[in-house]
């Protein structure tokens, strides 16, 4: 194990941001199947509103994608920040991704936002930008991961991760979510959408309906499904 002068030292170490390379990489949509930097762009013509100044008691710095004609872009705001956020979030996934694949790391987490699960390919949606789980995904396998696993327990069931990898048999999506017999956003997640194509058997769903579940519901899903 490492001595406490050792673990002192790491701690003391400032954090990394994610490489502008992979960042820009994520934008420009050089991963298959997520969203790439034109699907985030606005029909000609359409402006954010200006930011707002600090202090200021409103999100009034923010436009809906809807209300600025950008069907691409469903439940979600966006400001003039909003691109360079997301394409950064999704960059600090792929540099995690990256090094533990690459055995620079044992293990690793991206504390990161916006989220990413909602997004699927050229369709942002649910605060969703880029689809920073698969994103990763596709990292982790150009830097030589054989077996990836997405696993997926947020309250939502994960409809971008799953429309992106339900027909590829080299990802697993597995997801344990509120479902609500289909009446609980974002309505998908069906213990019977199993994948399909070549992909059928690699796609997991779990729906728990009704706001119920505790611990012992979830560690059972893990250890027996």
Same mark, same amino acid.
């Given at each position: 194990?490492?001595?406490?002068?050792?673990?002192?030292?790491?701690?003391?170490? !400032?954090?990394?941001?994610?490489?502008?390379?992979?960042?820009?990489?994520?934008?420009?949509?050089? +991963?298959?199947?997520?969203?790439?930097?034109?699907?985030?762009?606005?029909? !000609?013509?359409?402006?954010?509103?200006?930011?707002?100044?600090?202090?200021?008691?409103?999100?009034?710095?923010?436009?809906?994608?809807?209300?600025?004609?950008?069907?691409?872009?469903?439940?979600? $705001?966006?400001? !003039? @920040?909003?691109?360079? /956020?997301?394409? &950064?979030?999704?960059?600090?996934?792929?540099?995690?991704?990256?090094?533990?694949?690459?055995?620079?790391?044992? /293990?690793?987490?991206?504390?990161?936002?916006?989220?990413?699960?909602?997004?699927?390919?050229?369709?942002? &949606?649910?605060?969703? $930008?880029?689809?920073?789980?698969?994103?990763?995904?596709? @990292?982790?396998?150009?830097?030589?991961?054989?077996?990836?696993?997405?696993?997926? +327990?947020?309250?939502?069931?994960?409809?971008?991760?799953?429309?992106?990898?339900?027909?590829? !048999?080299?990802?697993?999506?597995?997801?344990?979510?509120? $479902?609500?017999?289909?009446?609980?956003?974002?309505?998908?997640?069906?213990?019977?959408?199993?994948?399909?194509?070549?992909?059928?058997?690699?796609?997991?769903?779990?729906? +728990?309906?009704?706001?119920?579940?505790?611990?012992?519901? $979830?560690?059972?899903?893990?250890?027996?499904?």
């Amino acid at each position: 194990g490492c001595s406490t002068q050792q673990q002192q030292q790491q701690q003391q170490r !400032p954090l990394t941001p994610p490489s502008p390379t992979a960042a820009a990489s994520a934008g420009a949509g050089h +991963w298959p199947d997520t969203p790439a930097a034109g699907d985030l762009l606005l029909p !000609p013509g359409s402006q954010l509103s200006p930011a707002a100044p600090p202090g200021g008691g409103s999100a009034a710095g923010v436009s809906h994608g809807c209300e600025l004609g950008a069907a691409h872009i469903r439940d979600c $705001y966006l400001g !003039p @920040a909003t691109y360079s /956020c997301a394409a &950064m979030a999704a960059g600090g996934a792929i540099d995690v991704a990256v090094a533990v694949a690459r055995g620079q790391a044992p /293990c690793g987490a991206a504390i990161i936002r916006p989220p990413g699960h909602h997004a699927e390919g050229g369709l942002a &949606m649910g605060f969703c $930008y880029f689809n920073n789980a698969a994103v990763a995904a596709r @990292a982790a396998q150009a830097a030589g991961a054989h077996r990836v696993v997405v696993l997926d +327990w947020d309250v939502h069931h994960g409809n971008g991760s799953q429309a992106i990898f339900e027909d590829d !048999p080299s990802v697993l999506y597995a997801s344990l979510h509120r $479902y609500d017999r289909g009446a609980f956003f974002p309505g998908s997640g069906h213990a019977e959408e199993v994948g399909c194509g070549p992909g059928v058997g690699c796609c997991v769903n779990v729906p +728990w309906d009704g706001p119920g579940p505790g611990d012992a519901d $979830y560690l059972a899903a893990f250890s027996r499904v």
